[in-house]
């Protein structure tokens, strides 16, 4: 292992934080910190046709969500211009590469020759070593690297293994189009080189380009980093993962009420593990992960695990941090001002509503009586629950209420116990009406953990709105 290990993450900032970019960030951000070292974030901009500014906000917002925080300022490939065309003016200038006159009709037509003959090299090096004197007038060239014709390019790849490819299958790859600009090719090997990137951490659809890109830094006499490709995500049927399962942008979790250190859990358990444990803690896994325990076989993306997984870490939660995450969720639904009381209502209620979420906006949802002011809504179970004799039953429960002193769930419970005696009713014929008219809802926690937590005047009001709103 290098003294100074330096990962980084490469994105390309043409589309959202993809939920496979965020494992490949995540294991390189671990084992950064599990070696001591530092990890560093790369915006790959080259491509500024299909580059915007608002992929490059989710790129880092999502980061950000996710805890994987990078060490010193985001490079932009796209300010390193005049690196990358230094480099490759350097290596034509050293015979490594050549500059390469042939029009996209000669490049199509050499493509279908060499794939008709079974060839895997596209360029013919028909300007490899022509006489500048040839090239034509009023023509801007690529400039080409000159690859080996002969031997093997040999990779060590740290999950994959000891991988080679015969260099006749590799073509002149092009390192400054007409234009000036780096191919991704080059400008890669310059950055990771400049950025003394020790380990390159990425998905095994990297792994063609790697071989290419180790003829680059061959050419350039530069120390190779550690490559360790490790394979893609797939979906739960082993297809390549894609949008049908659930292969969405980071922030489409994040709105679907997943936690980060749910998703950052579950992302880790996908290609490496830690003999059984399915649930592993921030600590835990920058001290265990190691890239070389990455499996090579592809992981398949399950919603459903994540969904479960995210549940295990809403349980687990501190309370305020839950209402902290839900408030705005509930201000925003309710558009109104919550109740005087809501907040110290929700903290109260957490620890029972925790128990039942899924996911931020049920937790969300379901707690959203606590908050509200009065008169509160119903949905379509409540409503119906309430109408017809259910009037009467509240009324009653109103009465005996009324002059309870000790206002806590024992005696509550045994104010309701005694109705249900009295009146040779079953007690859910009770709960059931009660439940309806101080949430709104025919679900939820605990009867008389609820009632003691609204309290004995908000309780009595609620009822009173349920009466008067239900009485026909």
């Known amino acids: ?10 994105p390309s900032p043409t589309g959202f934080l993809h939920i496979g970019g965020a494992r490949t960030a995540l294991f390189n951000w671990l084992y950064a910190k599990h070696t001591g070292g530092k990890f560093l974030l790369r915006i790959e901009d080259t491509d500024q046709k299909r580059s915007t500014d608002d992929a490059i906000d989710a790129i880092y917002e999502g980061l950000s969500w996710l805890g994987l925080d990078w060490d010193d300022e985001a490079l932009s490939q796209h300010a390193r211009l005049k690196r990358h065309q230094a480099v490759a003016q350097d290596l034509l200038s050293n015979g490594l590469a050549y500059k390469c006159y042939c029009s996209p009709e000669e490049l199509q037509d050499m493509r279908q020759i060499a794939k008709a003959e079974g060839r895997t ?42 991988v080679r490819v015969s260099n006749e299958q590799l073509d002149d790859i092009v390192l400054l189009r007409a234009d000036g600009s780096p191919t991704y090719m ?25 071989f290419r890109q180790v003829q680059i830094y061959n050419a350039l006499n530069w120390n190779l980093p550690v490559f360790a490709h490790m394979p893609l995500l797939h979906g739960t049927d082993g297809a390549k993962l894609s949008k049908r399962h659930g292969a969405l942008g980071v922030e489409a979790y994040r709105s679907m009420g997943i936690l980060p250190e749910a998703m950052n859990n579950y992302l880790l358990r996908l290609g490496w593990s830690h003999g059984d444990d399915e649930i592993i803690s921030q600590d835990h896994a920058i001290r265990w992960f190691d890239v070389k325990d990455v499996g090579r076989a592809a992981s398949r993306f399950d919603m459903e695990k994540l969904t479960s997984v995210n549940g295990y870490y809403i349980r687990h939660a501190d309370v305020d941090y839950l209402v902290s995450l839900i408030l705005p969720i509930i201000q925003k639904n309710f558009k109104g001002k919550l109740a005087d009381q809501g907040v110290d209502r929700l903290k109260n209620g957490m620890v029972s509503l925790r128990e039942r979420a899924k996911n931020i906006l049920e937790l969300a949802e379901n707690a ?27 009324e009653e429960l109103r009465s005996a209420f009324l002059n309870l002193q000790d206002w806590v769930q024992t005696e509550l419970e045994i104010v309701v116990n005694d109705h249900a005696l009295a009146t040779e009713a079953k007690l859910g014929k009770i709960a059931q009406p009660l439940r309806a008219a101080v949430t709104g809802r025919t679900v939820s926690p605990g009867i008389f953990e609820i009632l003691e937590i609204l309290g004995k005047d908000e309780v009595l009001g609620r009822l009173d709105d349920a009466i008067e709103a239900h009485t026909t």
């Not at 606590?370 to 004799?389: F, H």
């Open 186 to 210: 080059l400008a890669v090997v310059v950055d990771d080189h400049d950025m003394k990137i020790s380990h390159v951490i990425r998905g095994d659809d990297h792994l063609t380009n790697a």
């Open 1 to 10: 292992m290098p003294n100074s290990v330096i990962t980084r993450f490469a």
């Open 368 to 394: 959203t009586f606590y908050a509200l002011p009065r008169p509160i809504s119903y949905d379509a179970k409540a409503t119906k629950l309430l109408a017809g004799s259910a009037v009467a039953v509240l």
């Open 121 to 162: 090299r596209l360029y013919d090096g028909r300007w490899r070593d022509r006489d500048p004197s040839d090239a034509p007038t009023g023509v801007e060239p690529v400039i080409r690297l000159k690859t080996p014709l002969q031997g093997e390019t040999v990779i060590g790849d740290v999950i994959q293994g000891e």
